[in-house]
């Protein structure tokens, strides 16, 4: 488990992470979004003790990352702008990871190259960007690492390669209990691979919450009542958004969906329709509950 | 600190391994360029030994060069910010990172000195026309090696402290230079404020002004050679235990600090702008101090401030990348008043030493040395300052004729009196030495020498009392072969190796020997006429290459216009005459060539015909009616033959006599 509690970091006068508190479950993948500057990068780069941070605590499964090459041999970090070293081959980096980590697996790092087609013997630096990260993914999950840090992970990836890998990283996950903490400004980009979500916000977790219990505790229902109806018609629910076109208005409630179910049908609706709600229309709802705009905030 | 933590082995061939191609030509080009020197000093026509500043030429850039780009190849990861994701999230402690590049570095350096060590000793036994002691060379890469590692450590220092290349080139020269440059300005070398030294003798008191031997680290040595001009001992020991010592200090310091760097400081020159105030002001300290050294004009003050300030300016420019204009001038204002402030405190810190008044008892001894004599060192010309005369007449004597620097720059144009440019050594009854360039009254110096050479109790410590092992013998600026050496070697052996100690020598002196011994060369030249076992040897040896360069050699012998002289010895004499032929004559060669072989007999009449060709030649003959006829018969300007000689310069003759 990561635990970060009270945690502080500055560039200069500009303060990055203000008193930032975050628990990430082991064996999961966390997804964090947020704007440009929001401190992502900033954040993963600490977990994984690249930089140091200004005050609070990071610690590893209990223990404190900073130094501490018994916690990092655990981590292993995917940045955003990638390196290589000058005139490496795919498997002279290979090479250089496995004399890094105690557990990585060069058998597997094959596998995963032939599953992504990629020449293990051919000079990093001739590869396009799309295939350089996948040689960064690659090695990275070749560590086999308890924990994983991927920093605006899909950048440069087309579609194909971008769900391949989503399946890849899914199942290191499940099958090597593998805790993942990826990276995004885009949220549609996390919303089919991530347990649990953070949204990072002026240098603090705004908001968090697992995706299931977002999704299953939010809904969109589309309503028609015989008697005119507004608002205050739905007193005893948790109405998040109401409009109304005509005689059929649009409701975003948070609950539990039964509960719910059972309060609007006793009001007799003459059409009741439960629709799906996208991740990004939950964040949407959630942020106003919290008084942001969405678009102000990611 | 556990060093198993500290080291990691396999980081290191991973590092190593990513530069490899680069490495490979940095620790090449040293050892190339050092062997492809000393062939060329084997090849030259001048050289016939090489001298510790001429073998260490290469050296004294690559201590600069060669630390700084290790450093920058090894650790430079951290001027970029995807490098530092990579390199500082991988399984390993910064401290670790740290020392394990600390030792590969200092790996590298040991290979490219031991390469060098290699390959010159290779040179020292394959290249025989030069002199190349395996002492000098195990010297230079002890000395070179600390030299190196002390640079090495200050680059890596400056790197954990620096945002950039740049900026580490500064810091580096700071760490290296600001401390031993403000002591020199003030203390050492006492540039800025010389102090007195007054020596008070029975009936009055000279006044000297010490100097002392700069006991700096390498690096600031050899710059401080160009800055001050002061001379500098090569291999001195409390320099590098010095060096020794200040590594591991910076060592240590930069693992702290390289543990708690902000590694996210990789655009600009420093994380804080008060580091980059502050590294920006310390190197105009120089500036300040030499503006101050020389002058005080209004006009010449205002030029000063203007260029300090466009350098300011464009300090930001180069190294921050940034220029913040409303800050600029009143730092740059408090700048220069700080700066002015530390130099006028130092010459009022100066000014307040009391000048040292020594009197004769407080003197156990005073050795004196000819500055001009050892033309082979730059180290003081301190070769017989070993020789401390305790007699107090003496002691008298000498104190009462020094006269310092400041006396002879003011007065030698109307003085034309005779002066040595001695070093003295003062040794106390406290056991300190008291160092001073002077000037001493040339019949005064004799005097003392002849003191020395006659008392058993001096002899017995001069520095003909080398260790001979490694040696060589020189004749007309070409080294003697091996057996030839050999055979002097045993001659001079048996004369205890009495050799001549004085520049001013006759004519017919010609035979250098060289010693290096004490971590030092040793040059001194010895007399043909020794005797006549070791004239035998060198006329002998002198005629066969005669003979072969005029029978084999490429050059028109015929041709030379110049340089070619007779000399005639009689009554153990030789006497040059200076006369020039304008070319030799083809009778001449064909007698070189038919008496190359005949035995000189050194009690009778001998000339030595003296070319000029690409390099000396010379050929030693008895005077015989044959010659006579020849000689005559040539086209010689003022050419005089050895009974006229006698007969003109019968009352000079005795007065050069022969060793």
Redesign the interface.
Known sequence: MIKISNLNKS??KHKVLENLNCNIKTNSIYGLIGANGAGKSTLL?II?????KDSGAVLIDDREVE???KV??K???L?D???F????TMLDMA??YQ???KKFDLDYFKELATMLKLDVNAKVETFSKGMKRQVSLVCTLATNAEYMLFDETFDGLDPVIRNLMKKIIAKQMESKCTTIIMTSHNLRELEDICDNLGLLYKGGILFESDIDTLKTNMFKVQISLKEEFDKDTFKDLEVLSFSKTGSVAKIIIKGERENCEKLLQAKDPVILDFLPLTLEEVFIYEMEVLGYEFNQVV | MNSTKLFNFKYLKQNLKKSKGLLTILVLIIPVLTTLMLISINSSEYDVVVETEEYNFINYFGMYIFPFVVSVILTGYIYKKNSVDFINSMPISRKTIYFTNFIGGILLILLAQILTLISSLICSIMLKDMFLPVGLILDSFTVMTISYIFTYSATMLALTLSGNVLTQVVVTALILFVVPFVHCSFVNSGIIAEKNINLNYNGGTSTIIETRIPEYTMPFNLIATLFYGSDYTFFNVNSMIKMAVLTVVYCTLGTILFNKRKMENNLTSFASYKSHYLVKALTMLPMVFLANIAGTEGVYIAIVIVLMFIYYVLYDFVLNKKVQLKYTLPIFVVTILALQGVYKLGIEIQSRVPEQNISTNEIAGIAVSNNSMDYTTTTNGNRSLDVLIDEKDMIEKIMSNVLDRRYYLDSWSVDSKELEYVTIRIKLESGKDIYAYVYIDGNVYDEIMNFINTNEKYSAQKPENYDFKELAISCRSELLPTELTERLTRILSKNNYKVSDTYELPSSSFTEIYVYDRHRMHTARISLNIDEELFEIISQYLNQKTYDILVNGNSNIENLQANVKVMSRVKNTWKEKNSYIEHLDSEIIEYMKNHYQDKCDYNQELVEIYMYDKTDITFFTNVNEELNKILDGLNFDGYMTPEEVVKEDITELDTIPVQ
Do not use: C, S, W
Request: aromatic share 24%; charged share 30%; hydrophobic share 35%.
């Open positions: 560039y200069g780069r994984a003790d690249v930089i140091r130094d501490n090459e990092k041999q981590v292993a970090f940045p702008d990638l390196y070293f000058p005139g490496y090479k250089f004399d890094m980590y």
